[in-house]
């Protein structure tokens, strides 16, 4: 049996969307985009939404958007994907690395503290693989420096809650990831929700080139109108001909995810009592299930990797430190040991295949797999460690 890594859930319906766009005059952003964004306040509560063409551009236009600029610094976590960070430095600001905590992966608001200087702007939380960094404690620890913003990656978290809250609710903004792989995909895409009306302002313009006025406006009521530019921006709009893909997911998001739970809880149950390792789920949280991941000793990571493909188990990593990447190691001279949580469990996770349409043969296959192969494997590693 053959299980892929990800099958999405888009149907003959969504290609009725997209022919429904090409038959009308207008291919980038408008109405379709505009129905959009409400939906996706309606969802999270929020005062505004932005859609973007990826989370990466969507953050490059929140930092523009902010003036953040070199020599300034951002907090990011030292366990996340390297877009995270990629965007600081891509702005010429610098990704300054913290730790996470070990048991949830997640960003440990005294390290964040700790890392603050006079040129930190903004800090970056990651809701990595679906659970929420708490950001009612976040606030609680910079509580003097009302000045940094905080801007959550919520990539993986489009349905994740903590105590009640939906990400975007109290920080700057959240950004939403619409990649081809994530809970709610047109393939490519992103989008902005925040509270923050003069921030949303600027990023309207920061979306597109920083010019005053998007395509729609300038051509509305028929008549052309001048725009300006005061500060530079990013092109990082996203075209009605994906928006229309989002409607069906964003109505149908709450009602899937008790499949993904079920998955997740029938992964947990078959794990429990061998030496595999997984990230602890947070109380009084709902948690977006977006990644279902493993950890095995480090030493058998990429044979175990090997493994799994061999028997056709799709399979990827999310992800190794990013401090450990060359661009990063080149730049700031990582030496091993300073972010010991992330780069442990970025040397050892792997993540396996989940998807609502996941069958339990498939399921079932993977677990199998998990068992007889991998298993094995971690317990050999493990008695050549104690003896
Ligand atoms: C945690 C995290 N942040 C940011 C991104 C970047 O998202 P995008 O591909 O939409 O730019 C991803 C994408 O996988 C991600 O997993």
Redesign the pocket.
């Known amino acids: 049996m053959n299980v892929p890594f990800y099958r999405h859930d888009l149907t003959a319906d969504d290609a009725v969307a997209v022919a429904n766009v090409l038959q009308s005059p207008f291919l980038t952003s408008g109405n379709v985009g505009r129905d959009v964004e409400e939906r996706l306040c309606a969802y999270f509560g929020t005062k505004h939404a932005l859609l973007v063409n ?6 490059a236009a929140v930092l523009l958007a902010l003036d953040i600029a070199p020599g300034d610094e951002i907090i990011v976590p030292a366990q ?2 390297i ?2 960070a990629n965007v600081a430095e891509l702005i010429g600001a610098k990704a300054v690395f913290v730790d996470v905590d070990p048991a949830t992966l997640l960003m440990r608001p005294d390290l964040v503290r700790a890392a603050v200087t006079r040129r930190t702007r903004a800090i970056i939380p ?3 693989y679906g659970q929420m960094v708490d950001i009612a404690a976040l606030q609680e620890v910079l509580s003097d420096r009302p000045d940094i913003v905080i801007i959550e ?1 919520a ?2 978290c489009f349905e994740g809650e903590l105590n009640g809250e939906k990400p975007g609710t109290r920080s700057g903004c959240a ?1 939403f ?3 081809a ?2 809970n709610v995909t047109c393939g ?3 989008a902005v929700v925040t509270n923050d009306t003069a921030l949303y302002e600027r990023l309207l313009q920061t979306r597109m080139h920083g010019m005053s006025a998007g395509a729609i406006d300038r051509f509305k009521l028929g008549g052309y109108r001048h725009w300006d530019m005061e500060k530079i921006g990013m092109k990082a709009n996203l075209p009605d001909l994906l928006a229309c893909l989002l409607p069906s997911q964003i109505d149908t998001i709450d009602a899937r995810l008790p499949r993904r739970d079920d998955l997740f809880a029938v992964y947990e149950r078959a794990f429990a009592d061998t030496p595999i390792r997984l990230p602890v789920t947070i109380g009084n949280s709902r948690h977006a299930r977006h990644l279902f991941v493993i950890h095995v000793p480090p030493t058998i990571r990429d044979e175990a990797i090997r493994v799994f493909g061999e028997n056709r188990v799709g399979v990827t990593v ?2 190794r430190a990013v401090p450990t990447v060359t661009y990063y190691k080149k730049k700031y001279g990582f030496t091993p040991g300073s972010y010991p949580v992330s780069e442990t469990w970025g040397a050892g996770t792997i993540s396996l295949p989940l998807f609502p349409s996941m069958t339990a043969e498939e399921q079932g296959h993977v677990i199998d797999t998990v068992r007889s192969k991998i298993v094995p494997m971690i317990e050999a590693a493990q008695a050549t460690v104690a003896r």
């Not at 990826?54 to 953050?59: F, I, K, L, P």
Request: proline share 0%; net charge negative; aromatic share 18%.
């Open positions: 990826s989370w990466t551009n969507g953050a996340t994907f877009a995270t990651v809701h990595l990656d990539a993986h950004i990831s619409f990649y792989t994530k490519e895409g992103g999310n992800y």
